[in-house]
């Protein structure tokens, strides 16, 4: 009989419930009690919606930050957070994001500020994870009380349960030392707790644990194999089975290593790294049990169950009972359920899953290995009739939009004239100061601006009415940032719900969830778009707000705008064409977009590439492809404009040193991106590379509470000036302002601009 389990659920709640708690808690308004019962309610139901696998994962759920709570499991805090009341979870919430509750002063010793930690992309999704934290003399100790306490609540509601590890490489592998040390060398010091981890588990009854192990998928060196075959002969003596999981693509050159390790069972990315199939088959020992993740954990299409069974009943043939299934990756990266969405359009509604779909589907697949497929004919007829008229909607293609994307050439890519000469043209325009300032595009969503656009959504406010309450917000926020002395401004983005989907729903091509959210951070969700067919732009999406902005202020506005890589990364994205050309696409109607800004009157256009770093393959052997066409689409984009324009873009939470050419192949006058969390460590890579255009190094973290000091500020840009010329760097916020409070926002900006006005004198 073929094995059904999962690899982890979303926890944020169908409804998001999990944020709203956490922001009530962390503003003072709800009591830890509530707050730890409703995540006691959220895992009973998310067990209960997975009823009917074999195994059911456990210890997957966390109020912030998996890999978060991992370090708290083996006792790894910054000094920095160490010494403080209130008990692990305040104290994860103060790691996360500086602060537990507001205010700390009315909480003392519990909740006071520190520096939150470094955060930054798992592998190439949007989700983000806060970054271990180790130096030469870091020591383990292992507090397993989460863990065993949701295992309880499991088996107390008759959950077969298998709790989910972060295993011990890839931890290592995750963090950064601070202190510049090996963090192999602290290899011999971690595995004593993972075994005494595993050893409590193995006293609790468990028999299986998953292992996640997801660098599995990317290059690794001698020295990193090495640790795998110290870590994993070193757990063999423990008395439990160990699942070895990897995921988000194939183990490739890894693969033998992953095979012959001494675990139970090896689980494989089956949508992702297929390629790994036949030779894991050859490889894998008689003993050992293959989990094959064959169901996309990351997207929400339908899966074609047909053709998957077409290749999968003779691999059940062979293994029998060692064959297990699941989805590819933990169910994390999609939304819940897809049964809430009654008006999303029905036509793309029937080619979708939802996590509880997926599992629906697996369990479908189950029962047609182990019973074959008569036992389930009709849901298999129904589910190749969804995918046959998917294939053949006459929505999807556009050969006009075809055309347009087969007459792309070089020069539609280039700039009139280089860097130096474009940046003395908008010198001469804009007349800025040394040390200009800026933010990155939004300001504070308040609650009468979310009430407009739910009014007028429902029909109860008209557009005029809805028009009139965005105007008044533009205005407010031009004011404000006069008053503040900003140099370049922004309108504040108030009539725009996500730097996506406000773009998406203008896009033909693009179908919108109701309750589609899936978790980035915290409590932070994302609404991904749905890129269903090709893209094309029937009016100008941002040019009167954008000319409205203008014409309240002499002062330098900025057009706003998402570029083509992150619209496309940040959706859920149709998977029968080349991403490539989906890009493409999206990447010749923000170049329309720009044009009618630039001939709007606008002189500077900031074109967001927040995802850019994350669509980064996991093996470099294919970073050069996927580079060369993200690449060529922001200049498609962005470089259609005359040389007074000036093009800016931002980045944010990612590692960038590694791909800092490719950057610069942009082109973009301006870049603005995240270093504060990092302390500028991200401009290392500027040691050895030479930017040729400015940049802004965020100097100011918005996913804190905390406030940034004048003098921090400045020390932080003396640091950048060490790397950078000082003539070309700016003043900014790392991302934009629009989950901060307004009284944050104003305290933070002014000591921003008080900054850029010291350094203008010193430096």
Not at 520 to 539: A, E
Request: proline fraction near 5%.
């Amino acid at each position: 009989m073929i094995t059904t389990h999962n690899l982890g659920f979303p926890r944020i709640g169908a409804r998001r419930e999990l944020k709203f708690a956490l922001e009530d808690y962390w503003n003072g308004q709800l009591p830890r009690a509530e707050l730890t019962a409703l995540g006691a309610r959220l895992r009973a139901r998310h067990w209960a919606g997975q009823a009917g696998l074999d195994f059911v994962p456990v210890g997957d759920f966390a109020f912030y930050d998996q890999v978060l709570d991992m370090s708290f499991t083996l006792g790894n805090l910054p000094e920095r957070a160490q010494g403080y009341g209130g008990d692990a979870l305040d104290n994860a919430f103060r790691i996360a994001r500086g602060r537990s509750v507001r205010p700390a002063e009315d909480h003392g010793p519990c909740c006071g500020e520190v520096a939150a930690g470094d955060m930054t992309k798992w592998f190439n999704t949007n989700y983000h994870y806060i970054v271990p934290e180790f130096t030469a003399g870091t020591r383990f100790t292992l507090d397993a009380t989460r863990l065993l306490e949701q295992l309880a609540e499991a088996r107390a509601l008759g959950v077969n349960a298998k709790p989910v590890l972060i295993g011990p490489v890839t931890y290592l592998w995750l963090g950064k030392a601070k202190d510049h040390s090996d963090r192999l060398a602290l290899l011999p010091r971690l595995l004593p707790v993972y075994a005494a981890l595993l050893e409590q588990l193995a006293g609790q009854g468990v028999a299986w644990v998953q292992v996640d192990e997801p660098i599995l998928a990317t290059d690794l060196d001698e020295n990193w194999r090495h640790a795998f075959n110290l870590a994993y002969h070193d757990l063999k003596a423990v008395r439990i089975r160990l699942l070895l999981t990897s995921y988000f693509g194939p183990l490739l050159d890894n693969l033998y290593l992953a095979a012959h390790l001494p675990v139970a069972g090896v689980h494989v990315d089956a949508v992702y790294g297929r390629e790994d199939l036949q030779p894991l088959l050859n490889l894998l020992p008689a003993h050992k049990v293959l989990s094959l993740g064959v169901i996309d954990g990351r997207n929400i299409w339908k899966s074609d169950l047909g053709s998957m069974l077409d290749w999968l009943e003779p691999v059940a043939a062979r293994l029998g009972d060692r064959l297990w299934l699941a989805p590819s990756c933990s169910l994390l990266h999609v939304p819940v359920d897809l049964a809430s969405e009654t008006q999303l359009d029905p036509e793309v509604r029937a080619w979708l899953a939802f996590a509880l779909q997926k599992l629906e589907e697996l369990k479908l697949l189950a029962a047609a290995l182990n019973e074959g497929r008569g036992s389930v004919a009709d849901a298999l007829a129904a589910n190749a009739a969804a995918n046959q008229r998917r294939r053949t909607a006459t929505r999807i293609h556009k050969p006009a939009v075809q055309a347009k994307v087969a007459r792309i050439d070089a020069s539609l890519g280039r700039r009139a004239s280089p860097y130096a000469t474009r940046a003395r043209r908008q010198a001469e325009i804009l007349r800025l100061p040394r040390f200009p300032t800026t933010t990155i595009g939004s300001f504070p969503q308040t609650a009468e601006i979310r009430q407009a656009r739910r009014q007028y959504k429902s029909g109860a406010l008209d557009e005029a009415g809805y028009q009139a309450v965005m105007r008044r917000e533009i205005a407010r926020c031009i004011r404000v940032q006069e008053a503040l002395g900003l140099d370049v401004l922004v309108h504040g983005e108030a009539e725009r719900n996500d730097m996506v989907e406000y773009f998406g729903e203008q896009l033909d091509g693009y179908a919108f969830s109701q309750s589609g959210w899936v978790q980035s951070y915290g409590s932070r969700c994302v609404k991904p778009p749905i890129l269903f067919g090709d893209i094309s732009r029937p009016k100008a999406m941002t040019v009167e707000w954008t000319a409205y902005a203008q014409s309240l202020t002499a002062k330098a506005m900025k057009g706003m705008l998402t570029g083509p890589v992150t619209l496309l990364n940040w959706s859920f994205v149709r998977d029968d064409q080349p991403r490539s050309v989906s890009c493409h696409q999206l990447a010749l109607a923000i170049r329309e977009e720009v044009l009618d800004l630039e001939r709007a009157g606008a002189r500077v256009i900031q074109i967001d590439e927040a995802a850019l770093r994350e669509g980064l393959p996991l093996r470099r052997s294919r970073w050069d492809e996927y580079l060369r066409w993200a690449v060529d689409a922001f200049r498609i984009a962005a470089n259609g404009v005359r040389d007074e324009t000036q093009i800016h873009t931002h980045m944010c939470y990612s590692e960038f040193n590694d791909i800092i050419a490719s950057i610069a192949d942009m082109d973009a006058d301006v870049i603005t991106i995240e270093t504060s969390r990092s302390d500028m460590a991200l401009l290392e890579a500027f040691d050895a590379f030479r930017y040729p255009n400015a940049i802004g190094p965020g100097v100011y973290d918005i996913h804190s509470p905390n406030l940034p000091s004048e003098s921090h500020i400045v020390d932080l840009i003396e640091k950048a000036a060490r790397r950078i010329p000082a003539e070309r760097l700016w003043v900014n916020p790392d991302c934009g302002l629009k989950t901060r409070r307004w009284d944050e926002v104003l305290a933070a900006l002014t000591r921003m601009v008080a900054a850029a006005r010291v350094l203008r004198a010193t430096l």
